[in-house]
């Protein structure tokens, strides 16, 4: 691919120079998009490469090739690069890769993506102690350029807007005008599903009324396919930004799918 494609070859060697300029003694990457830019940057600065997988294992290839379980790789005490494709909050990292990193006693001393989407990704990894380096930054600047250009529409001109300025707002909005959307994705099964999961153990407990009591949790858990449990269900918040009052039972999902009726 490097060899097929001028524009990819010429990303890598981008990336290869920032990459070249921190002080890491290996490269990670994590399942699956990171790797078609981390294992090349490896490949040309000449260092090992650690695989990491979502289920948190890990598989290392020193910078000869050799593969071997991480466990064996002698990482305690170094550092890497993380590279990733982009960042937009860096759950990854926080869920996956600095974990799976720091169980092997090495640490993520920087990260180099190619796009950071600008949504507080960058502040978390600073905080956490791998500081973002990226080639582009997302800015409103961009769709209100294309918008001149008449790449996109007024309305999704408007939908972006929305969404960089404050995307829970925007997820509400959605939610609420696309009630069924959720359960529809777990319908689905496979990455759609897990993302919609994702959402509903993040997201939608801080926008389910806390009115409609364990019952309401528990209607909205079932009817988006999650698993439900009392204790998930004490966990929604005590305050909510929507109004009115919910019947429950029956009536329940009739009047409020989700939990979500204003």
């Not at 290392?60 to 991480?70: I, K």
């Not at 777990?186 to 993302?195: H, L, N, V």
């Not at 396919?225 to 029956?250: D, H, L, N, V």
Request: net charge positive.
């Amino acid at each position: 691919q490097l060899a097929a494609c001028p524009i990819y070859r010429q990303l890598i060697d981008l990336m290869t120079e920032a990459a070249r300029k921190m002080d890491v003694d290996f490269v990670s990457g994590g399942e699956r998009r990171d790797f078609f830019f981390s294992m090349p940057v490896a490949r040309k600065l000449g260092l090992g490469h650690l695989s990491i997988f979502k289920d948190l294992s890990s598989v290392y290839t020193d910078a000869n090739g050799v593969s071997m379980p991480a466990e064996q790789a002698s990482l305690s005490g170094k550092r890497s690069v993380h590279i990733a494709d982009l960042v937009t909050v860096a759950s990854s990292y926080i869920r996956a890769w600095i974990p799976a990193v720091e169980a092997l006693g090495a640490k993520i001393a920087c990260s180099l993506a190619v796009v950071d989407r600008d949504q507080g990704g960058s502040q978390i990894l600073a905080d956490a102690g791998c500081p973002l380096t990226t080639l582009v930054v997302i800015k409103p600047e961009l769709f209100e350029t294309a918008h001149k250009m008449g790449r996109i529409t007024d309305k999704q001109l408007a939908l972006v807007l929305h969404f960089i300025d404050d995307p829970d707002a925007f997820m509400r909005s959605f939610l609420l005008a696309h009630p069924d959307f959720l359960a529809d994705e777990i319908a689905k099964g496979g990455k759609s599903a897990q993302r919609a999961q994702l959402c509903i153990d993040s997201f939608f407990r801080s926008i389910c009324r806390p009115a409609c009591g364990i019952s309401s949790a528990r209607t909205a858990a079932m009817r988006a396919g999650s698993r439900f449990t009392p204790s998930r269900a004490r966990s929604f918040p005590t305050a909510s930004p929507f109004q009115g009052t919910c019947a429950g039972g029956e009536s329940h999902r009739q009047h409020s799918r989700f939990c979500l009726k204003p």
